[in-house]
């Protein structure tokens, strides 16, 4: 497994201190480990509570209507790469 | 209506229940459950009233479901009892958006049978974040409803959104302090109408939360205290049922909500008993010893101490949830060397929060 880079570090810092995963730390969050189901165990309520806080972060309303939301809420890495490329 | 959508619950409704159908709206999916070819009939225009339309699954405390079974008498009077408590205007078209998915009773009462029984229209669209409400309801025209829960009505304040003209709000699934429902009316210049029912009921009162301290009781329905349990019953229900909550009747049609039963834990909408997740907790391959609780009760999660000299916390957790929904899964999952058990076995909730707390400290400095 590759090691995270310095915006997938923030970003796992963002999501552990958002969502409150008091037993996780970031640098646990492997960029390709699924985020919910078998991953991390998050659930709905923690993706709105997620896109809230990426949304006053960077600066990026999520919607579902935009299909690489769904993509992008698998993992760390590919959050990452999401919101790298859609943040003013 | 299965309690979750885990595919090994979908399994055993199928086996369980020859002749469920699967349906997704959202890819068109029509499906029978238990691998039968299906019936394309179409449904009849005039549906009997005892015709059996759906089936609610709460989860029950021996891991298996319990089940509801909902005849069209049952919907046709509860919903148009529903309607006069969130008072569903008589003379004009509602145009709803619903946040909350139809499998629930609270959907299904709300976003399918308003529509086909009272003066209301739906949106298609089920979103889900806030964009995704804001941009559903500005397709519709006025006037708007909103049905939602507490913590996507919280989510939508929060983004800052603009917010087309909302007429009313009606929320469900938790309860909605009277400062965060005043909060939530000011936003939206909107009126908020909270509902509370359960699975086996559907919507038994509802309140103006910002206005109102007690829950006015549906007129198809009678609350009852029977020792220290309630029960509701009502000529529409198959069977009288009991509240999985605690409350005080304020004469015959008002009641103070007091909080559930201890073992029973809510969280998104679902209900589950604690009791049942420690048994699956118990099951896991590795755990020695194990408890799954509630730190206290407006926690967002159960929390678990776990003895396992194998499993790390995340092991725990990715075993559990293959069994239990993910809002069940406890958070944080701390595992330790003993529980602090008394002599005769049980597990004090004095000494359990004290080595909880001990835990959550020594985790925080840690991180530090």
């Keep these: 497994m590759r090691e995270q880079t310095e915006h997938e570090r923030a970003l796992a810092e963002l999501i552990v201190e958002a969502l409150n995963l008091e037993d996780v730390k970031p640098e646990e969050i492997l960029p390709d480990d699924p985020l919910f189901g078998d991953g991390l165990g998050l659930d709905s309520i923690d993706a709105l509570e997620l896109a809230l806080a990426i949304s006053n972060t960077y600066s990026i309303q999520i919607t579902a209507e935009d299909e690489g939301v769904q993509e992008a809420f698998a993992t760390l890495g590919k959050l990452s790469e999401y919101i790298r490329e859609n943040a003013d | ?368």
């Design chain 2, 1 to 368: 209506m299965p309690f979750n959508r885990l595919e090994a619950t979908l399994e055993l409704i199928g086996r369980e229940f020859p002749g469920s159908y699967r349906l997704e709206a959202s890819d068109d999916l029509f499906e029978r459950l238990d691998g039968e070819p299906g019936e394309d009939d179409a449904p009849p225009e005039d549906i009997p009233l005892d015709q059996l339309c759906a089936i609610a699954f709460t989860s029950g405390s021996t891991g298996t479901p319990t089940h509801h079974e909902k005849f069209w008498r049952t919907l046709v009077v509860s919903t148009a009892s529903s309607a006069r408590l969130l008072d569903v205007p008589r003379d004009d078209t509602i145009h709803l958006v619903a946040t909350i998915p139809s499998q629930h009773m609270w959907g299904l009462e709300t976003a399918i049978l308003f529509p086909m029984l009272e003066n209301a229209a739906i949106s298609d669209k089920a979103p889900f974040y806030p964009a995704d409400i804001v941009s559903a309801l500005a397709e519709l025209p006025e006037p708007r409803g909103l049905v939602s829960s507490p913590v996507h009505l919280d989510a939508l304040m929060r983004s800052g959104l603009e917010v087309p003209s909302l007429d009313r709000i009606y929320s469900a699934t938790a309860p909605i302090s009277p400062e965060q429902a005043r909060k939530l009316e000011d936003h939206f210049s909107a009126r908020l109408i909270e509902a509370f029912g359960c699975s086996e009921t559907g919507i038994i009162s509802s309140r103006e939360t910002a206005r109102e301290d007690l829950w006015l009781v549906s007129d198809s329905l009678r609350i009852e205290a029977r020792n220290d349990d309630f029960i509701v019953t009502g000529d529409h229900l198959p069977e009288p049922v009991m509240l999985p909550d605690t409350i005080e009747m304020q004469g015959d049609h008002h009641f103070r909500w007091l909080g559930r039963h201890q073992d029973m834990v809510k969280i998104g909408g679902k209900r589950e008993s604690l009791s049942d997740l420690n048994l699956q907790l118990a099951a896991i391959d590795g755990v020695d010893d194990g408890v799954i609780f509630m730190p206290d009760s407006g926690s967002r999660h159960p929390a678990a101490l776990v003895v396992s000299r194998q499993l790390s916390a995340r092991a725990v957790r990715r075993e559990l949830g293959r069994h239990v929904d993910a809002v069940f899964l406890p958070r944080p999952i701390f595992i330790v060397d003993e529980l602090p058990r008394q002599e005769t076995g049980k597990i004090a909730r004095k000494a359990l929060l004290a080595a909880y707390s001990d835990l959550l400290r020594d985790s925080a400095r840690k991180s530090q």
